[in-house]
Structure formats: structure tokens, C-alpha cells
């Protein structure tokens, strides 16, 4: 099966304080690309960082940093300095491509409150 | 650069009239993907297209739903009879290149709401 978990469905944290969100996913591709995308209220869906699943270095970008546990299945999104502007829900997907197919496969999400 | 661009962005319509969500993907963009996201979830993939062909239909219902990529204009997804299960925020996504993994830029949505 294809899918991503995210354990955490709700979680807070204190404004410049650090803040890990939790995913596990299971896929039969030995090569994919793993994804964090941010969501506010808004609704616009925003990728927040991206990873190869070939390389072994964590991508980080900025604030934003994953660790990648590709032996588990873990991809999970560390947030540092957290600002209130991360307020939003947080989802984890990766790419699944199938037959000349390609597709995002999404994680339920996590939605993150950052308290001032 | 734009980017992808829906709309509309609310669309309201009663049980059984039809509904056209349209998606202009970026400018250079060949692929567009249709995903579905239904209160308190994820999003759900439904459709991909490449101009004028439909690469992957598995994620669509097989009833009442269906979408086209013509040559020239937007993408449009049709759901016909609409029923009050098909409330959700339909997201379009686009891609430049071959399916080798490269991101998926989406629009902003358009929230469905049947009454």
C-alpha cells in the first residue's frame, strides 16, 4: 500500500520555541521525492521543503528542517523559531509514480497553533 | 509569472445542477493534476492530464466526474448532478516537465458547496 501517516493531529507550541511534526509513510518505490507542504487558512497549499529520497543529507531550508530515516519510513519536520505566521496545517506526501502516472500522495495532516 | 489560477474560488450549487471548476496552470506548464480535499483531511489525487490527453483517471469517481485539458484554454473538471457529498475544496496542481518527480505548484482552490 501507498500511504503516509501523521500520528500528531493537533499540536501547539510556544512562539520562537522548536516544534517536531511526525511522519511515517510506505511506498514500494526504491527512488521518490518526500514532501512538506503548509496549508493556512488561506487553504493555498505551500511547499515548505522537499527530499530526495537518494540522498542521504537532510534538507533544511531555513527555519525548516527534515529528518530523513529512509530504512523507517520517516520523514518528520522540525520547525525552529517557530512565528506565529506558521500557524497553519502541515501536510506530509510524497510522489507516487505509477505507469507513465504521477501523483501526490497526502498524509491526513497536522495542524499546528503557535501561542504568542 | 502567474501562477496556477482557479476559479472560481467559492462556487455554490443545489443538489442535481452541475458544477465546472476551471484551472489555468502556469504559464509553460503541460501537466495539471486534480486533487480533492474533503473537511478535516488530506488532499485526495483524481485526475491527471496532459494537453488534450487524460494520463491517470484512477482517483476519479466513475460517475458524474469528469475533466478535460484542451488544446487551447483552461482545464475544466465537470461534475455533473452535484450531491451534497461532493462539498470539499477541489485543488488544481501543474508541472513543467516528464513525471520524474518534479514539484507540483497548486492554485489557491475552489470551495464547493452543495446545498
Known amino acids: 500500500a501507498q500511504t503516509v501517516t501523521q500520528s500528531q493531529p493537533e499540536m501547539s507550541v510556544q512562539e520562537a520555541e522548536t516544534v517536531t511534526l511526525s511522519c511515517t509513510y510506505d511506498?514500494?518505490?526504491?527512488?521518490?521525492?518526500l514532501f512538506w507542504y503548509k496549508q493556512p487558512p488561506s487553504r493555498q497549499m505551500i511547499l515548505v521543503i522537499r527530499q530526495e529520497a537518494y540522498k542521504q543529507q537532510n534538507a533544511t531550508e531555513n527555519r525548516f528542517s527534515v529528518n530523513f530515516q529512509k530504512a523507517a519510513k520517516s520523514f518528520s519536520l522540525k520547525i525552529s523559531d517557530s512565528q506565529l505566521g506558521d500557524t497553519a496545517m502541515y501536510f506530509c506526501a510524497f510522489v507516487l509514480t505509477q505507469g507513465g502516472s504521477e501523483k501526490l500522495v497526502f498524509g491526513k495532516g497536522t495542524k499546528l497553533t503557535v501561542n504568542p | 509569472n502567474a501562477g496556477v489560477m482557479q476559479n472560481p474560488r467559492h462556487l455554490v450549487r443545489r443538489r442535481g445542477q452541475e458544477a465546472r471548476l476551471r484551472c489555468s496552470p502556469m504559464k509553460g506548464h503541460s501537466h495539471v493534476y486534480w486533487y480533492r480535499q474533503l473537511p478535516e483531511e488530506g488532499l485526495k489525487f483524481m485526475v491527471y492530464?496532459?494537453?488534450?490527453?487524460?494520463?491517470?483517471e484512477s482517483g476519479m469517481p466513475k460517475e458524474r466526474f469528469s475533466a478535460e485539458f484542451p488544446k487551447e484554454g483552461p482545464s475544466i473538471l465537470r461534475i455533473q448532478q452535484v450531491v451534497r457529498g461532493d462539498s470539499a475544496a477541489y485543488f488544481c496542481a501543474s508541472s513543467a516537465f516528464e513525471p520524474i518527480n518534479n514539484e507540483q505548484f497548486f492554485g489557491p482552490g475552489t470551495r464547493l458547496t452543495v446545498l
Open positions: 511506498t514500494s518505490e526504491s527512488n521518490y521525492y
Open positions: 492530464l496532459q494537453k488534450e490527453n487524460i494520463i491517470d
